[in-house]
């Protein structure tokens, strides 16, 4: 029977595990209440698709009608003066649910999606510093499915290595 190599982690690929956790538990937290103030303000308004958005049935049997715009994820469907007042209240939403962000005209669930990835990123790249696991650095190694299932292993292998939620903590208030 072959013998598993002995896996002791560096600093650095802990560091990067803790920093993920506390990332994917900022969107945890943040999603929920992004994600209602903006379905509630879509349904309060009743925003339809733009005109510029519809396209008509024809032979390519593709088409888009003109719906409500109910889904927070098809906001981009959006016009210009319909987009301005639903990213305006948005707005107002997020300082009412106390979210900060570095810019106004940022969304706190974006922000904190896209912390979480470079989070990711940052993980395999610690990761990669490990014999046999160096492809890992190289942008576009993996296609999304298998970038997920890494990460989850890797997550998986540090967790024993990671500190606990106080001291993460307690390290996140002294920066």
Same mark, same amino acid.
């Given at each position: 029977?072959? &013998? #598993?190599?002995?896996?002791?982690?560096?600093?650095?690929? *802990?560091? %990067?595990? &803790?920093?993920?956790?506390?990332?994917?538990?900022? =969107?945890?937290?943040?999603?929920?209440?992004? !994600?209602?103030?903006?379905?509630? *303000?879509?349904?309060?308004?009743?925003?339809?698709?733009?005109?510029?958005?519809?396209?008509?049935?024809?032979?390519?049997?593709?088409?888009?009608?003109?719906?409500? *715009? +109910?889904?927070?994820? !098809?906001?981009? +469907?959006?016009?210009?003066?319909?987009?301005?007042?639903?990213? %305006?209240?948005?707005? =107002?939403?997020?300082?009412? %649910?106390? +979210?900060?962000?570095?810019?106004? %005209?940022?969304?706190?669930?974006?922000?904190? =999606?896209?912390?979480? #990835?470079?989070? &990711?990123?940052?993980?395999?790249?610690?990761?990669?510093?490990?014999?046999?696991? /160096?492809?890992?650095?190289?942008?576009?190694?993996? !296609?999304? =499915?298998?970038?997920? /299932?890494?990460?989850?292993?890797?997550?998986?292998?540090?967790?024993?290595?990671?500190?606990?939620?106080?001291?993460?903590?307690?390290? #996140?208030?002294?920066?």
């Amino acid at each position: 029977m072959k &013998e #598993i190599p002995s896996f002791t982690p560096t600093a650095q690929q *802990i560091r %990067a595990a &803790e920093n993920l956790f506390v990332f994917m538990t900022n =969107e945890a937290t943040v999603r929920p209440v992004v !994600d209602a103030y903006q379905a509630r *303000i879509l349904a309060e308004h009743q925003f339809h698709i733009d005109p510029q958005w519809l396209i008509p049935r024809g032979d390519s049997g593709r088409s888009m009608d003109d719906r409500v *715009i +109910l889904d927070p994820k !098809d906001s981009f +469907l959006l016009g210009e003066e319909d987009a301005k007042v639903f990213f %305006a209240e948005c707005n =107002e939403a997020r300082i009412k %649910a106390k +979210l900060w962000v570095s810019n106004p %005209a940022f969304c706190p669930l974006l922000v904190s =999606e896209n912390n979480r #990835i470079d989070a &990711e990123n940052a993980l395999l790249n610690a990761m990669a510093t490990t014999p046999g696991l /160096e492809f890992l650095s190289r942008a576009y190694a993996l !296609d999304m =499915e298998k970038h997920k /299932e890494v990460v989850g292993l890797s997550l998986k292998l540090l967790a024993p290595f990671v500190a606990n939620a106080d001291v993460l903590l307690e390290r #996140i208030m002294a920066d």
